[in-house]
């Protein structure tokens, strides 16, 4: 269900795990939704090392998700990597009442 602002609901809060991901396709965008102490981060699933749809999977520690191919580091909130370089497209999140919404926003190739 989209709303006018652009957020898709995906899930209930009550399917989500503390420190496990999960994998939705939100608007044909991968994405990687993890709860962490309560609070929803929505990432790109799509690791930029090798491009594997592997990031729901990964650990999540000290406000980071470890891809699980080859160890590379994101920050849950900015999808940054810890050099501030940019990594992973973050996405909004909205929580109303038991339902969880994701903005996304797909990344425009220019040739």
Known sequence: MKHNDGFIKVCK????????????FVDDVDVALFKVDGQIYALNNVCIHQKAAIIYDGFIEDGKVTCPSHGWQFNLKTGKVPHGVKGLDSYEVKVIEEDIYIKVFRRELRW
């Open 13 to 24: 809060n009550s399917e989500l795990k503390e420190k496990i991901g999960r994998r939705f």
